[in-house]
């Protein structure tokens, strides 16, 4: 019996008192702790007839318990689906329903709301709750602490990540333990991560950043992870001395930079501050290394693909460039009409392949077709140029996509609330620059014959139908949109007429 992900992850420290998650009340949660914990929720599981190969929903803040659910689903076969805790109801209606999850786990707060969602999709509903407390645990405190771990091969799956998707509706990213397994052996041996190492864990688990790329290399290396509720620079600087290396979006990072007490001495004994999910801006880059002295090593990676290139750790990290293609891991800038592959310096769109590229979109065939050709290569939607020296650079989206704060909005999603609603004819959504998030929403509308919008009911409206990092930081009635002549709305004329919006005083 063998389940690969399992048995390398977490069942090799069965019975070890070795720290794993350091929190911030001081207290510690050994490995043997932490399995325990899996167990018994693998047991609840199992009771309520979640079978291998079903899918498990979760959406709860983040804590220990909600890593060990991630634990549990691996070690009795059931696929991990995690959702951002900013979902609305209707937003996570979409999810249960389309997985066909088995069962949903949600904070008491959202019981009421989500018990008809999940009756309505057939899932049975549990809640637990970011101090522990709820349904699930009550059943687990007298379930056994240990499971008989359910075989699987590499190519069974592991987890659903949803990406959202340029029509608007989002898409099951399918991946199989050996997609994650191989990526994180990968990226220990790139980053020398080793059990000696202490990693600050301010980023959500409900994404590949903070669960996999976090979380699973920490495991496979043997070390431990100060584990934070949420990023919060307070916690971060006092927790700073007792760790090794961390990991965050470019926000982190500029947010750190905005804190006095972010000192080279604070920073004296790190080994390594690594960003990604969204662009590094060189400025960031070069402020880091003169107030700290640290050079960030940025990395580049998707939902679909996990980590695809990083700078490297003993050579130079450059900035404003993602490094090289990690090992095993085939990239190649084609031009997007003719996918025929561009030699080093030319602009394209950039393919990636390798044993980290996930399985498919659930049910989406034709979606999966139109992104992952037949020959392993995955079209990522990004645009790239490779320099002489293999230095890979991103320098823009070949899809309509904002990244604001490491987090993901299609303005397509966007547009569909907002085109719905009363005394809106039309609206466009783009992204624009943002001094904190680095890239914030922003909706234009044009008004219809009959009404003005009232922008105030909008916002309110545009509240219940999306989460709220979703949400056009500020909305601007236009008379018109800019156009070309086929009548392409000209979203890049917008972005540059409101480049300034957001910027600093
Ligand atoms: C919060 N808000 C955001 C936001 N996060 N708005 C836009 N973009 C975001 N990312 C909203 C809040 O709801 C609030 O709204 C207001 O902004 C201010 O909130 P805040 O308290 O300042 O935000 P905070 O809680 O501090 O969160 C900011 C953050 C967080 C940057 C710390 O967003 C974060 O942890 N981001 C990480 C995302 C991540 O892990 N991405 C990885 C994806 S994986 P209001 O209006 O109520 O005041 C991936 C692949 C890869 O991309 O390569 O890694
Ligand atoms: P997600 O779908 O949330 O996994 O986001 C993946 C997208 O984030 C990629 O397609 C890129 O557009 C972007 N991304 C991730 N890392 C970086 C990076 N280091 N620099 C620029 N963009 C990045």
């Not at 947010?255 to 006095?260: E, G, I, K």
């Not at 769109?349 to 992104?371: C, D, H, L, S």
Request: charged residues 20%.
């Amino acid at each position: 019996m063998t389940n690969p992900l399992y048995d390398t992850l977490f069942g090799r420290y069965a019975g070890k008192t070795t720290p794993f998650l350091h929190l911030p009340d001081g207290s510690t949660i050994t490995h043997d702790d932490f399995l325990s914990m899996a167990a018994r929720y693998a047991h609840v599981f199992r009771n309520a007839g979640v079978e291998p190969g079903d899918r498990l929903a979760v959406q709860i803040e983040k804590s220990p318990q909600a890593l060990a659910i991630y634990a549990a689903c691996v070690q009795s076969g059931i696929v991990f689906l995690p959702l951002n805790t900013a979902y609305t109801a209707n937003e996570v209606s979409y999810f249960v329903e389309n997985s066909g999850a088995k069962l949903l786990v949600c904070d008491t707060a959202n019981e009421t709301a989500l018990t008809p969602i999940a009756q309505a999709a057939g899932a049975l509903l549990e809640t637990l709750n970011a101090d522990g407390a709820g349904s699930l645990s009550t059943q687990a405190a007298t379930l056994p602490s240990s499971f008989p771990t359910v075989s699987r091969t590499h190519d069974d799956l592991a987890a659903f990540l949803y990406t959202s998707g340029t029509t608007g509706r989002s898409k099951g990213a399918m991946l199989s333990q050996q997609n994650l397994l191989s990526n994180a052996e990968t990226l220990v041996e790139y980053w020398k991560f080793t059990d000696q190492d202490v990693l600050l864990h301010a980023l959500p688990i409900f994404h590949t950043h903070g669960l996999f790329v976090a979380s699973n290399i920490t495991l496979l290396a043997g070390g431990s992870m100060i584990f934070m509720g949420k990023f919060n620079p307070d916690q971060i600087i006092e927790n700073m001395p007792h760790a090794t290396s961390m990991m965050g979006v470019p926000t982190f990072y500029t947010r750190l930079l905005d804190d006095t007490r972010f000192t080279k001495a604070l920073t004296k004994h790190m080994r390594l501050f690594i960003s990604g999910s969204a662009p590094l801006l060189a400025d960031t880059h070069i402020q880091f290394e003169n107030r700290t002295g640290h050079r960030i090593l940025e990395r580049y990676g998707m939902t679909e693909t996990n980590m695809n290139t990083s700078n490297p750790y003993e050579g130079e990290r450059r900035a404003g460039t993602v490094g090289f293609p990690l090992p095993g891991v085939d990239l190649k800038i084609t031009n997007a009409e003719t996918g025929d592959t561009l030699p080093a310096g030319e602009i394209g769109q950039i393919e990636v392949r390798g044993p980290n590229v996930f399985q498919g979109y659930w049910q989406m065939p034709e979606k999966t077709a139109e992104e992952l050709r037949d020959d392993g290569f995955f079209i990522t939607g990004d645009l790239g140029v490779i320099d002489d020296q293999g230095y890979v650079q991103i320098v823009g989206r070949n899809k309509d996509l904002i990244i604001s704060g490491g987090y993901n909005i299609y303005p397509k999603e966007v547009e569909l609330v907002l085109d719905d609603q009363p005394g809106v004819l039309e609206s466009a959504v783009v992204g624009v620059p943002h001094p904190d998030f680095g890239e914030s929403v922003v909706g234009f509308l044009i008004a219809s014959d009959e009404a003005e919008p009232d922008l105030d009911a909008i916002n309110r409206t545009v509240g219940v139908s999306l989460a709220r990092f979703k949400h056009p930081k500020k909305l601007i009635v236009l008379p018109n949109l800019p156009r070309n002549t086929m009548g392409k709305v000209q979203k890049n004329l917008l972005r540059e007429q409101y480049g300034e919006l957001f910027s600093r005083q």
